[in-house]
T-cell receptor
């Protein structure tokens, strides 16, 4: 079946430093799945942060970026300068056409030190 | 903005009891989903639905039933709750984007 592997948390980064959360995927029944990053802020529900459905393209939102790399089957999340408000749990995920079923990674808890 | 609400937000149940988790969405999405999330795991799909009257098994359906009586409502039913079903449950609707706030279920 499909699987998503991401940086095991917790991860702690100082404010204004750069961040990368690694994500690699394996999609057994589709060559080019849709890829997503979700975020769950403390006390809130899960939110879609960004998605990319075309290999080679980059998605961005709230200063975060992720590039769909089909050669390395990766979709790493990056931010050049993190803020304390970025503290949250981040999930990498993949979906097939129509996104009826989405496979999630285990989540990475990120804490930003002021 | 699509809204997905869940009730209850917290529930304590006894082993062998029946538990019903409810989900309501107001954006007229056809697809709805129930996931559970446990420490060390991502969200795992339990059941989903393509529309009123439809329910489909997800990746971990054992011990759960689902009911979709209307476009807006999708319920998850634990007929005989067990401690292994202690978890946080999320409902979602639409194309990957809209999740409810979660229900924390503890089965004693």
């Amino acid at each position: 079946g499909d699987s998503v592997t991401q940086t095991e948390g917790p991860v702690t980064v100082s404010e204004s430093e750069s961040l990368i959360i690694n994500c690699t995927y394996s999609a057994t029944s589709i060559a080019y799945p849709n890829l997503f990053w979700y975020v769950r802020y403390p006390g809130e529900g899960l939110q879609l942060l960004l998605k990319v459905i075309t290999a080679g393209q980059k998605g961005s939102s709230r200063g975060f970026e992720a590039t769909y790399n089909k050669e390395t089957t990766s979709f790493h999340l990056q931010k050049a300068s993190v803020q304390e408000s970025d503290s949250a749990v981040y999930y990498c995920a993949l979906g097939h056409y129509g996104n009826e079923k989405i496979t999630f990674g285990a989540g990475t808890k990120l804490t930003i030190k002021p | 903005e699509a809204a997905v609400t869940q009730s209850p937000r917290n529930k304590v149940a006894v082993t062998g009891g029946k538990v019903t988790l409810s989900c309501n969405q107001t954006n007229n999405h056809n697809n709805m989903y129930w996931y559970r999330q446990d420490t060390g795991h991502g969200l795992r799909l339990i059941h989903y639905s393509y529309g009123a009257g439809s329910t489909e098994k997800g990746d971990i359906p054992d011990g759960y039933k689902a009911s979709r009586p209307s476009q807006e409502n999708f319920s998850l039913i634990l007929e005989l709750a067990t401690p292994s079903q202690t978890s946080v449950y999320f409902c979602a609707s639409g194309d990957a984007g809209y999740f409810g706030p979660g229900t924390r279920l503890t089965v004693l």
